[in-house]
């Protein structure tokens, strides 16, 4: 019986094959552009073209000796020789409480000789401000808190209020939720020795990534869209931002722009603003930050409906010259029209797509989607597994499968939560996000 239903089986997939087979052969542009274009919006040529640059440039000595495309971190006696220009790092944060002691005491064991760690809590109303209190009295760090009767200022304007009391050469920017490697410091400082440098953008793993399966699709994500893609965009010289968990900033640049925006991307707001001022952004893959992701999918998709909406403000409504050449260099140039293709137009056409494909019948509607899924899971999973062994040096390989098997239907939602948060930004629906408070949006820029 089994035999005969397994020869069933084949006998009418060959028959689909064939028929299909003729079929494409004498096929118009619109059937060949169908077939190919979910394997295109499914975005597997953005995993392949960065990992095989990069490998290649690895192998060809292109690359430095360390995780990233920067030297690898120096020997005793080559530290003892070189230059520690005083850092200053601000740690914004507001509720913290249960996460600003780990990231305290991670500061405090960098080793790094010349660093001040400021802590500005935001209006808490937990104990975030009390533990952060007792590490000031120990005189390792200092506590500067808002206590204003408007409430919370919001990340951007804690930031200032923390530059304001920064003393380095160097401001590195932590969110107060975020671990850091022993050496991120020393990491992170290195690339400033070029005076071109601006920003140097640190690398961010996912922390709670054996949570669930959410934490895991994360994590692949993560690994895939920072550490690869970073080290691929500081090949070409197109690294355009640094994520607000880590970020290290020349003070002097940054207080010639006036410091951060209330922005809801305040992060790529200030890099892109430090990009047209003549400045370059950099990444460094060894200088690693652990950060905790969301593990519901209700708070992911709150989380990512602002980010796209914030991405897209800062980038087209208010940077969108910089996709012009002459406005920067042909390398942020190229960045820059990689996020309007890829995080704006691509989306924005996908459901019209889906409407047209869905016009010219089942028949190709189903061919397509079954084709496109087959060449996505044979294509896609090996690469993503690989890379996220590599970034996070995990050995859960069995979980990292099945979460690089569920990475379709993750992207496809958040496909969706992109469309929407781009539909209300364009169309300026629900313009102000409770992420900033009504205070700040009182100064907030519109375009």
């Known amino acids: 019986m089994i035999e005969e239903l397994l020869s069933a089986v084949l006998v009418a997939f060959d028959s689909w094959v064939d028929h299909w087979s003729a079929r494409m052969a004498s096929s118009g542009i619109l059937e060949w552009l169908a077939f190919f274009a ?33 030297p690898a971190l120096r020997s005793n006696r080559a530290r003892g020789s070189r230059r520690w220009p005083m850092v200053s ?16 005491r991670s500061l405090v064991d960098q080793g790094y000789p010349n660093l001040e760690i400021i802590v500005v809590d935001d209006h808490s109303e937990d104990d975030t401000y009390k533990i952060a209190k007792r590490y000031a009295k120990k005189g390792v760090i200092r506590v500067i808190r808002n206590n204003e009767g408007l409430g919370r200022s919001g990340r951007p304007t804690a930031s200032n209020l923390g530059m304001r009391f920064a003393n380095g050469e160097i401001l590195v920017s932590l969110d107060a939720d975020t671990t850091f490697d022993k050496g991120l410091i020393e990491a992170l400082v290195r690339p400033f020795d070029d005076p071109t440098i601006g920003v140097v953008a640190g690398n961010v793993l996912v922390r709670n990534r054996t949570t669930n399966l959410l934490t895991r699709i994360q994590t692949i994500e993560y690994a895939v869209s920072i550490d690869l893609h970073k080290r691929f965009s500081g090949m070409i010289g197109s690294t355009l931002q640094a994520s607000g968990a880590i970020g290290a900033f020349r003070r002097s640049a940054v207080i010639d722009i006036g410091g951060w925006d209330p922005e809801l991307a305040e992060d790529g707001d200030i890099c892109l603003r430090l990009v047209k001022a003549g400045w370059r952004v950099t990444f460094v893959a060894e200088a690693v930050a652990l950060t905790d992701v969301p593990d519901k999918w209700k708070v992911i998709i709150k989380q990512r409906n602002r980010w796209d909406r914030g ?71 090996l690469p993503l597994i690989a890379i996220a062994i590599v970034s996070t040096r995990t050995r859960d390989v069995g979980n990292l499968i099945t979460a690089s098997f569920a990475m379709p239907f993750y992207r496809s939602l958040m496909r969706w939560v992109k469309i929407r948060a781009l539909l209300r930004e364009i169309f300026r629906t629900k313009y102000e996000d409770s992420f900033l408070p009504d205070s700040a949006w009182k100064n907030a820029p519109r375009y």
């Open 311 to 381: 991405g897209y403000r800062a980038y087209f409504a208010k940077h969108g010259r910089l996709l012009l050449p002459s406005s920067s260099t042909p390398g942020y140039a190229y960045g820059m029209w990689g996020e309007l293709i890829f995080s704006t137009v691509l989306p924005l056409m996908y459901p019209i797509y889906l409407v047209w494909l869905v016009c010219q019948g089942f028949a190709l509607w189903s061919f397509v989607a079954l084709t496109s899924t087959v060449l996505y899971l044979i294509l896609a999973p």
């Open 38 to 70: 979910p394997v295109l919006l499914l975005e597997v040529p953005q995993y392949y073209v960065p990992l095989v640059a990069t490998s290649w440039a690895k192998l060809t000595g292109r690359l430095g000796t360390g995780r990233s495309g920067e």
């Open 89 to 104: 790092v601000v740690v914004a944060g507001r509720n913290e409480a249960s996460s600003i002691e780990a990231c305290i």
